[in-house]
């Protein structure tokens, strides 16, 4: 029994600690559609789950995914960047997931980029309600490098404190760069 998870199972407890049937969420990175199912599940029927891609062949096989699920009808699968997420998105969103890098199994150069990625975590904070959550999984290392990473970890750790609250988490003793678990939340005053 390991009680330390890995950063994307990290992510789906608070998924579930938080999301409600009836939300709406988004999916910020659908590639083969694991989390855009995962969430569909969490927000039931009438929810709703936005999910973003800028690969079609990502799309399609998340649309293979929630069909099989049966959930097409609470899934907005959407064939753009991430960074353009207030043109499909007109309604505050309890959790936001990032997964970021490259798509398993595709093309290793089509990955997230720092610019684009926090354009979209920017917006992000815009999008979600009060109680809401946005969650990122950073990759790094290997084929993803660390310029995403570093950028990323810059822009956090600038944003205003009185206003958000970031945390980071990772493990610090091991080899090949096991991905980083980013959590932020709004901070309300009484
Ligand atoms: C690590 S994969 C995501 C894995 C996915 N969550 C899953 O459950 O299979 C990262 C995905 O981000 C996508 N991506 C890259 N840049 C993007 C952008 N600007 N907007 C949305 N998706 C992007 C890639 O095409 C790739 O499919």
Redesign the pocket.
């Known amino acids: 029994m390991a009680y330390l998870k890995k950063a994307l199972l990290q992510a789906h407890e608070l998924a579930e600690k938080i999301v409600r049937p009836g939300d709406a969420v988004i ?10 199912l995962f969430m569909a599940d969490l927000v039931g029927e009438a929810g709703r789950v936005y999910a ?4 079609e062949s ?1 799309v399609a096989k998340t649309r293979e995914r929630i069909e099989k699920a049966g959930f097409t009808s609470r899934c907005h699968l959407i064939h753009d ?3 353009n997420m207030d043109l499909y998105v007109k309604e505050p969103v309890k959790l936001i997931i990032y ?6 199994g ?1 093309d290793h150069n ?4 720092a610019e ?2 926090i354009a ?1 975590v920017e917006k992000s904070l815009s999008l979600i309600s009060n109680d809401g959550l946005v969650i990122i999984v950073i ?1 790094h290392g290997g084929d993803s490098g660390f310029e995403e990473r570093d950028a990323l970890l810059s822009y956090l750790i600038s944003l205003d404190c009185k206003k958000y609250s970031v945390m980071k988490t990772d493990f610090i003793n091991q080899i090949n760069c096991p991905p980083i678990l980013i959590a932020i939340e709004k901070n309300l005053k009484d």
């Open positions: 999916d910020a990175t659908m590639g083969n559609g694991h989390d855009t973003f891609d800028i690969q990502a960047g991430h960074q997964n970021l890098g490259y798509l398993p595709g089509i990955g997230t980029r684009t990625t979209a990759y």
